[in-house]
């Protein structure tokens, strides 16, 4: 069965720290993907970053980046010189053949000023 | 292109009413997937549909219904409310079918059940 663990509830950090949330996964499947999405106060969710499970490059995107181990199934997710819109909440997510996508429980992200 | 829309924003009703929830999907996309969020249970998958049939189910009680219509739109049913139906209802959809694809995702629906 597929699970993600986000360890980490709630982390609060001050402006222009790097701050690494950490995302677990677990799944019997050789074909899956991953995926990191933002939710800010409005509720809305955003896309991040998608990956397959046969792509282990890691990625980086400005000030984010992501270091996916399959060795660890970890998949984690790291944001550089943080800034105040940062603040959200952050959900890894694993969807496999069935399509379904099973979210983790989140991390709350506070950067403070 | 406009994102995904979903109405009503905000819902309030009593146990045992029903309730139609509604969701509009990016232009093109044919696949829309709707999800409950609790403070409790956090995000869980309810059930896909892709060119109107339904692909996916969660582990929902069948109260929980749903369709989809042939320009996509898609539609969300909550029969027999109970308290802990209260919730933000997410929908999303994608190119061409769900979970392998990036979904994008409306503002959801805030349920209240009183």
């Known amino acids: 069965a597929q699970k993600v663990t986000q360890a980490q509830t709630e982390i609060s950090v001050v402006e222009k720290e790097d701050v690494t949330l950490d995302c677990v996964y677990e799944?019997?499947?050789?074909?899956?993907?991953l995926f990191w999405y933002k939710q800010p106060p409005s509720g809305e969710l955003v896309f991040l970053i998608r990956r397959n499970s046969f792509d282990e490059q890691n990625e980086i995107s400005g000030r984010y980046s992501w270091n996916f181990q399959k060795s660890t199934s970890s998949f984690n997710f790291t944001i550089t010189a943080s800034q105040v819109v940062d603040s959200a909440v952050y959900f890894c997510?694993?969807?496999?053949?069935?399509?379904?996508?099973?979210f983790g429980a989140g991390t709350r992200l506070t950067v403070k000023p | 292109k406009a994102g995904v829309t979903q109405t009503p924003r905000y819902l309030i009703k009593t146990r045992g009413q029903q309730v139609t929830l509604s969701c509009s999907p990016i232009?093109?996309?044919?696949?829309v997937s709707w999800y409950q969020q609790t403070p409790g249970q956090g995000l869980q998958f309810l059930f896909e549909?892709?060119?109107?049939?339904?692909?996916n189910k969660g582990n929902f009680p069948g109260r929980f219904s749903g369709r989809q219509f042939s320009n996509s739109r898609s539609e969300m049913n909550v029969s027999t409310l109970e308290l802990g139906d209260s919730a933000l209802y997410l929908c999303?959809?994608?190119?061409?079918?769900?979970?392998?694809?990036?979904?994008?995702f409306g503002p959801g629906t805030r349920l209240t059940v009183l």
């Open positions: 232009s093109g996309h044919r696949s």
């Open positions: 997510a694993l969807s496999e053949a069935s399509n379904d996508m099973r």
């Open positions: 799944t019997r499947d050789t074909t899956y993907y």
């Open positions: 549909y892709f060119s109107e049939t339904q692909r």
């Open positions: 999303a959809s994608s190119y061409p079918s769900g979970g392998r694809n990036e979904q994008f």
